[in-house]
């Protein structure tokens, strides 16, 4: 009756799966009376020498040898290929399930907050590619968001629309990176191949556009350094329209195989309100159900011209952070697809020649151009004292920066809200009472990234 009550319905509702480990759920052997007294002295075999040197005699009282067991202690990572970065992760382990996980970071910090607080504010942007260098656009975006809110600028409407395309080009890199990388983390090694080709085309298109790769310093304040160049367009939509194609060949792959969803269904779950307690933003709160988006709930760049869905989940375990994740990069498409037959003619900077480097032609020309290009790249431009929290939805999460202006060239007071630490800091969490070989899982579907978790 007890057991009809456990898995009743309304117990089962919001279970997805459940796993029955056979050590934990088998039949158990309960010793006697008479067994557990021929047991009872120092030694399991009982003889004339142990009975007589074994028996310690403290204070008039014989005290056995007590028989302790003790749990074991072991370091997932810094160098563990699962670890996603130099994370190094503490586990007390009862056999194979984990008690406690204690992440332990630092081990990639550079102390970019300082080093950005001695800079001027264009040089300071190239720090935000280190950041987050899955998807390095996304993270540019926010800083030059920041300071065009000090400065009380905003960029051309064509500059809003290419910063949009770069920025949905990052997520969908981004995406792409974590969600093959789970399943390789889990055992298929298959989608891992198609997605990286997919991933070098995107660092294409960025190389054109910027000629970086990675670390591209495409946007500034006022707008974006360059226009995209003859037929970027063209090529961005002959991407997307084959993405789709490799993303359904994932899913048809990896989504309903039924290995995959006993990796990863029920692994990490976590419930909306331990998700907002947690400070969890992105797609690790969007999978408890919590409908939360900046680039909905406060649009910036323009986002509210476009027409796209915010995915949410129901159970926010592992499972659904990756059908999340694999519908939210067909809304990036569905974006980009929306900036190409939108995207507006026009400058791709602010006319302000104090605060935007003057074109090359300009240059070549004109003295007064010249002098404004020497004095931008060796003293900056001066912002007005003031303080913004500017935040942006990158792919990872909410990214946050705060910003203090003195009334100089350089930023008096930089502190980043990164993305990833508050989901590591969830692990401690989600992670206790999980097998060891489900630690790799929930590490790769938080989607960590160690570049601004140390900073």
């Not at 399991?44 to 067991?69: G, H, M, Q």
């Not at 974590?178 to 055992?187: K, P, Q, Y």
């Not at 990863?264 to 976590?270: D, E, F, L, P, R």
């Not at 929290?389 to 350089?410: A, R």
Request: a negative charge.
């Amino acid at each position: 009756m007890r057991l009809l009550k456990l898995f009743s319905a309304n117990n089962l509702r919001h279970v997805r799966h459940i796993k029955l480990y056979t050590p934990s759920y088998g039949h158990r052997w309960y010793p006697d009376v008479d067994y557990l007294k021929d047991l009872s002295g120092p030694t399991i075999f009982r003889n004339e020498a142990s009975d007589k040197y074994y028996n310690v005699i403290y204070n008039s009282v014989v005290r056995p040898v007590e028989r302790k067991l003790q749990n074991m202690w072991i370091n997932f990572g810094p160098q563990h290929p699962a670890a996603h970065g130099v994370l190094r992760l503490i586990l007390e382990l009862d056999g194979e399930t984990v008690v406690r996980a204690d992440p332990h970071i630092g081990f990639l910090h550079r102390a970019t907050e300082k080093l950005m607080e001695s800079k001027h504010y264009n040089q300071s942007l190239p720090f935000m590619d280190r950041l987050d260098y899955v998807s390095t656009m996304a993270n540019e975006q926010g800083f030059v968001l920041a300071v065009e809110k000090l400065l009380n600028i905003e960029a051309p409407p064509r500059a809003k629309a290419i910063r949009v395309m770069c920025a949905e080009l990052s997520r969908i890199a981004n995406h792409l990176l974590n969600v093959s990388g789970t399943v390789l983390d889990a055992g298929g090694i298959t989608p891992f191949f198609w997605m990286c080709e997919e991933r070098e085309k995107i660092y294409e298109l960025f190389e054109r556009v910027c000629g970086a790769r990675v670390h591209n310093a495409y946007f500034k304040p006022g707008g974006v350094t360059m226009d995209i160049p003859v037929g970027f367009l063209d090529d961005v939509y002959e991407f997307c329209s084959k993405l789709g194609e490799r993303c359904d060949e994932t899913e048809d792959l990896v989504t309903g195989n039924r290995l995959y969803y006993a990796r990863t269904a029920g692994i990490g779950a976590v419930n909306a309100h331990d998700a907002i307690n947690l400070g969890f933003t992105g797609p690790m709160l969007r999978c408890t159900g919590v409908k939360w988006d900046l680039r909905i709930a406060h649009p910036y760049d323009g986002y509210d011209l476009y027409d796209f869905d915010v995915p949410v989940g129901t159970f926010g375990d592992s499972y659904d952070r990756h059908l999340l994740r694999l519908y939210e990069m067909r809304q990036s498409l569905r974006i980009i697809n929306q900036v190409i037959d939108t995207i507006p003619e026009g400058e791709v900077r602010t006319d302000d020649s104090k605060i935007s480097l003057p074109l090359r032609q300009e240059m070549k020309t004109s003295m007064e151009a010249l002098i404004h290009h020497f004095k931008l790249c060796t003293e900056g431009y001066v912002v007005p004292p003031g303080a913004t929290y500017t935040s942006v939805e990158c792919p990872k999460g909410e990214l946050g920066l705060y910003m203090v202006s003195d009334g100089t060239s350089k930023p008096y007071r930089v502190h980043l809200r990164p993305c990833s630490y508050n989901h590591l800091a969830g692990l401690a969490i989600m992670g206790k009472k999980m097998m060891l070989a489900d630690i790799a899982i929930l590490i790769a579907t938080i989607d960590i990234v160690f570049g601004d978790i140390d900073r």
